[in-house]
């Protein structure tokens, strides 16, 4: 599976928007780009996925670039409960159990 | 629906000795997954299953062993505890179709000391 870096930390203002990139310039052409967060060592919550439009619900909204080797997840208005660890996965479908390759995140601090 | 159910919570066990993580999910999902995560660091996989009667290894299976009899059930049993087993234990479940979301449950905080 194709790799994805992510800086390790990241702070924001309560009300702002927080953008989070994401970096997975070796993504094939079928590998969908999924993001979880993790609050205060919880299970992991799903967020958004999409493969090359921007996706948006009532969470978050998923940027794609076009040639998509990065995306930015971001959350119009950050509150002090967005406060989690962001983790971008790449999956690969039903290929070796749609299992999901976690690496180190980004750790986003929301501050009043 | 409960979701994904992990039991005990938090374990303490003494070297050598044996335990079985349970995990229950009641959305009959196929695919379930056994995840450790160490301190500061990433989730890491153990052992998945893409449905009743098959498993197979993940990153890191070595001191683990999984059956999955049942949709519902994925057990996961830690034999000769060590210290470096001491880790959260997230089990998780996956639908049918490439791209549905994952469902986690809250954790076992195991110790071994």
């Known amino acids: 599976d194709a790799k994805t870096t992510q800086p390790p930390s990241m702070d924001c203002a309560e009300g702002r928007a927080a953008n989070l990139p994401c970096n997975h310039s070796?993504?094939?052409?079928?590998?969908?780009v999924y993001w979880y967060r993790q609050i205060h060592s919880q299970g992991p919550q799903y967020i958004i996925h999409g493969l090359k439009n921007n996706e948006t619900n009532e969470m978050a909204s998923l940027i794609i670039t076009e040639d998509r080797k990065s995306s930015t997840l971001i959350l119009p208005h950050a509150t002090l409960r967005d406060t989690a660890v962001y983790y971008c996965?790449?999956?690969?479908?039903?290929?070796?159990?749609?299992?999901?390759?976690f690496g180190e995140g980004t750790q986003l601090t929301v501050n009043p | 629906n409960a979701g994904v159910t992990q039991t005990p919570k938090f374990r303490i066990l003494k070297i050598g000795q044996s335990m079985t993580l349970q995990c229950t999910q009641d959305m009959n999902h196929n695919y379930m997954y056994w995840y450790r995560q160490d301190p500061g660091m990433g989730l890491k996989l153990i052992y998945y299953s893409v449905g009743a009667g098959i498993t197979d290894k993940g990153e890191v299976p070595n001191g683990y062993n999984v059956s999955r009899s049942t949709t519902e059930d994925f057990p996961l049993r830690l034999e000769l505890a060590a210290p470096s087993q001491t880790s959260v234990y997230f089990c998780?479940?996956?639908?049918?179709?490439?791209?549905?979301?994952?469902?986690f449950g809250q954790g076992t905080r195991l110790t071994v000391v």
């Open positions: 070796t993504i094939s052409g079928n590998e969908y």
């Open positions: 998780a479940s996956k639908g049918q179709g490439a791209y549905t979301e994952a469902f």
């Open positions: 996965i790449l999956l690969l479908g039903e290929t070796s159990g749609s299992r999901l390759t």
